[in-house]
């Protein structure tokens, strides 16, 4: 971004390099940068309140659902990881090793965590001993570190921030229950705070949580076409409480072994807001995550600021005591329209302009960075006017989302017609699966999409698998993927 000199420098466009784009935007928007060593970030302020904003809100639900915060070590022995073989097999590849301390050689390797499964089931087995200790419901919030081959910042990272959440029940019921009413609580928040529409539904064995017996995921589509799995919800039956010996007494003085869930989101949550709502000027935030909701920009020539600046330091005040998170920018060195731009390319869903005339009419006007209406409204109803336009421009970005999600999904027979879809377009396919693995690892090697998930409302239901032409056992959604 160079000031005054020129306005916003170039954006690749998304047609042209959507990968270049997301890359521009991010720099330019000052949401991160990269650090010295290989696959990690550094988060900037403006990217970082992203994240403090979701993890805020998402917080209020987690307590609201009875979960309490905790937090656990992120070193993990590597006999932790030998107790449940299908989970080691599934992170072992990802895993870094501390092996060396003050200068010694440790007994035992240390991974840096990729996930909490192991280490919360070695405390839960001290913590629980009755029914009368159940149910545990416990988050993290947390850095987990997983040695990516290939990173994209905030979607793919080797180090990244989440929160998960581990829980012990007494019954399978209860603990299905569980897994159910997260995957809710994940698909309200991203639909709602973040306006991204998502596609709820259960993984394909292949595809499942290493360790767990079910996993269920939301899977958002980004403006290229492709999947980002949103969140994720995981049954893990008894396997983890038999790996660690997590028993309880029960009612009838019965030792049982507990049925545990764990459940997750991460920063990459900040990429999917990235990607389904920027354009080709920059960022688009919606209102409710956005760190700045409306920037303030005086308007006229220095010799009005006496009068102007007054009336825009109350307004402000105004908006600031209602909770309307807003800046006011009045730099003289650069103008108005070098502000305009600056703020669209940095996502700010709304701008207020004030001027000399404006002062005089007891006017503001309000421009939407979405839509890009100008709305002219009287400063005495000035919070009441902003805040309805917010919400009009939250509702706007999730149904433009939407819309792009529809105009993209493609209900399919057969492996060739996915083939000539994801040759010539983008999106999501849902087509039938006979629920073999074969079957599935044919669609990924011919197309490179993989199942999403087995969405639990499919807009069709099919009666054929698409590659062997046998009975389907499955309606699932397809997609190239993050």
Not at 78 to 84: D, I, L, V
Not at 346 to 375: T, Y
Request: overall charge negative.
């Amino acid at each position: 971004m160079a000031k005054e000199k020129g306005f916003v420098t170039e954006i690749t466009p998304q047609s042209e390099d959507f990968s270049r784009w997301y890359i521009d935007v991010i720099k330019k928007a000052e949401l991160m940068d990269y650090s010295p060593v290989r696959g990690c970030i550094v988060f900037r302020p403006e990217g970082y309140e992203l994240w403090e904003n979701i993890q805020r809100d998402l917080d209020r639900r987690f307590k609201e659902t009875g979960h309490r915060n905790a937090y656990f070590p992120l070193f993990i022995p590597e006999s932790f990881f030998q107790k449940e073989k299908e989970h080691v097999e599934g992170f072992n590849p990802e895993l870094p090793w501390v092996t060396e301390a003050a200068g010694e050689k440790l007994e035992e390797r240390l991974a840096v965590r990729p996930t909490s499964e192991t280490m919360f089931g070695h405390m839960y087995a001290k913590w629980i001993q009755s029914y009368r200790d159940l149910p545990v419901l416990i988050n993290q919030w947390a850095n987990v570190v997983r040695w990516e081959k290939r990173t994209l910042p905030f979607l793919r990272t080797s180090e990244f921030l989440w929160q998960e959440g581990h829980t012990a029940h007494e019954t399978e019921t209860e603990a299905r229950e569980e897994t159910m009413r997260m995957l809710h609580v994940y698909r309200d928040f991203v639909q709602d705070f973040l306006a991204i529409p998502v596609v709820v539904g259960q993984k394909t064995p292949s595809e499942k949580f290493a360790g767990a017996v079910d996993t269920y995921s939301i899977e958002a589509m980004m403006k290229d076409g492709r999947a980002v799995q949103a969140g994720t919800s995981h049954y893990l039956g008894t396997n983890f409480a038999v790996a660690f010996d997590i028993k309880f007494l029960d009612r009838e003085n019965q030792l049982q072994f507990t049925h545990t869930t764990s459940w997750g989101v991460s920063t990459r949550l900040i990429g999917a807001l990235i990607m389904v709502h920027g354009d080709d000027r920059g960022l688009a935030l919606p209102p409710k995550v956005a760190p700045t909701q409306a920037i303030m920009i005086p308007i006229g020539p220095p010799k009005t600021r006496d009068v102007v600046m007054p009336r825009v330091d109350e307004l402000f005040a105004q908006l600031k005591a209602a909770g309307v998170r807003t800046r006011v920018d009045d730099r003289s060195d650069v103008s108005p329209g070098w502000k305009f731009n600056e703020y669209e390319m940095r996502g700010v869903p709304l701008r207020i302009e004030i001027g000399p005339r404006d002062c005089e009419n007891g006017q503001a006007v309000l421009v939407s960075r979405v839509s890009g209406e100008k709305r002219v409204v009287q400063q005495a109803n000035l919070v009441e006017e902003v805040e309805r336009m917010l919400e009009e421009i939250h509702h706007d970005m999730f149904e433009r989302a939407k819309q792009f999600r529809e105009d993209n999904f493609k209900s399919l027979e057969t492996l060739d017609e996915m083939k000539a879809f994801l040759e010539d377009k983008r999106g999501f396919v849902e087509a039938g699966w006979c629920g073999s693995a074969a079957c599935e690892k044919t669609v990924k090697e011919e197309t490179g999409a993989t199942s999403r998930n087995i969405p639990f409302e499919p807009t069709s239901h099919k009666s054929t698998c698409l590659v062997c032409g046998e009975k389907s056992e499955h309606t699932v959604v397809f997609a190239r993927a993050y």
